[in-house]
């Protein structure tokens, strides 16, 4: 699976350049350009996020084609907060530190160093969230989409995880006819602590550039966040291995919760793992013992294997996160809030087991 799957086949941003003949030298080639915002749309949700009693902020955003792929390749994001809001002081914040504005350095030239931003150079919006995915002049068709496609989350802590979507939530993808690195799909979340919170409106704009000057877009979307007031503090979810490769993991989500995704990260392989729970009620879920990498040849393996070490989070939302998520949902405008009109989050502290 390339890198441009978990972008969901981006849209080409950059106008294409056709071929030039013998016969052209000299002149300069034809190019037929994308109106993107014509043809693209841009969707953004603001809410709490509680990370084990911890309150930030949370975001969600979509930005997609008319048949749900991603807008773009390439594109440089900000968001920018009401009166109030303030961006810790933190050297992971950059120059964004103090302000009240969440931003993506422009592509620097070769030789120039770039400005150090909350999402960097590499930072975009995509089908689904914010991700280190912007394309480079080293091409952008990049097999695999290895965990350095998806950010820590959440920013500026010191404690964090990535929050990848793999089976049994979602098909598996790791059985042998996959092209090496793809982890896992995006959650469509960006969450951010130490902040400090206000209510108000937050604005994301998204610039996109184009080899022709005339077709750089700058497109924006504003969420409101009406309440300060998170969900309740998760309890961590309790892991019991049945001693076969699985095992089962006990929730309790807090009132308020609609919903929640439990993340298994098997960190002595390297492999995720997510378990999608409707509605807002303590319960026990299985994680399947046969949801491990296969071949040709060995057929389904272990989801751990033995002696290995995991890490579980349960990250419960109030509104539709796992609904709005790659590759079930290829709406250009899949719902992102609930019914408070925000998206709110809260994840558990982190449970170390092993199998």
Do not use: H, W
Not at 179 to 186: E, L, R, S, T
Not at 265 to 284: C, E, H, M, N, Q
Not at 300 to 314: K, R, W
Not at 328 to 351: E, F, R, V, Y
């Amino acid at each position: 699976m390339q890198k441009t799957s978990l972008r969901l086949a981006a849209l080409g941003c950059i106008s294409v350049l056709t071929a030039c003949t013998g016969g052209q030298a000299g002149v300069l080639p034809t190019y037929t350009s994308v109106n993107v915002p014509a043809t693209t749309k841009l969707q953004f949700a603001v809410g709490t996020a509680n990370y084990a009693g911890t309150v930030g902020l949370n975001t969600v955003t979509t930005f997609r084609q008319a048949n749900g792929l991603s807008a773009t390749q390439l594109n440089t994001p900000s968001i920018v907060g009401p009166a109030g809001f303030v961006v810790p002081a933190v050297a992971s914040a950059g120059t964004d530190a103090g302000t009240g504005s969440i931003t993506a350095t422009l592509q620097t030239l070769p030789g120039n160093v770039a400005v150090a931003t909350t999402f960097g150079q590499s930072g975009g919006v995509f089908g689904y969230g914010f991700a280190p995915l912007n394309s480079t002049t080293g091409g952008s068709q990049i097999v695999g989409v290895t965990t350095a496609g998806y950010y820590r989350e959440p920013f500026y802590s010191a404690t964090q995880m990535r929050p990848i979507l793999g089976p049994p939530a979602t098909p598996t993808f790791t059985d042998g006819n996959t092209v090496g690195g793809f982890v896992g799909y995006p959650s469509g979340f960006a969450s951010f602590a130490g902040v400090t919170l206000a209510p108000g409106t937050y604005t994301l704009s998204v610039l996109v550039p184009s080899s022709d000057p005339k077709q750089v877009s700058t497109l924006t979307a504003a969420a409101a966040l009406t309440s300060t007031a998170p969900l309740g503090t998760y309890p961590a979810p309790v892991f019991t291995s049945d001693g076969l490769g699985g095992g089962t993991i006990a929730i309790a989500p807090p009132p308020g919760v609609t919903e929640t995704i439990v993340y298994v990260r098997d960190t002595t392989a390297g492999l995720y793992y997510s378990i999608f729970v409707p509605g807002g009620t303590a319960k026990t879920v299985q994680l399947p013992d046969k949801l491990g990498p296969t071949t040709l040849t060995s057929g389904a393996t272990p989801t751990l294997a033995a002696g290995d070490t995991i890490n579980v989070v349960a990250i419960g939302f109030d509104y539709g996160a796992f609904e709005a998520a790659p590759p079930g949902n290829l709406s250009q405008s899949p719902s992102i809030t609930g019914a408070n009109g925000q998206a709110d989050l809260t994840a558990s502290a982190i449970t170390v087991g092993a199998e």
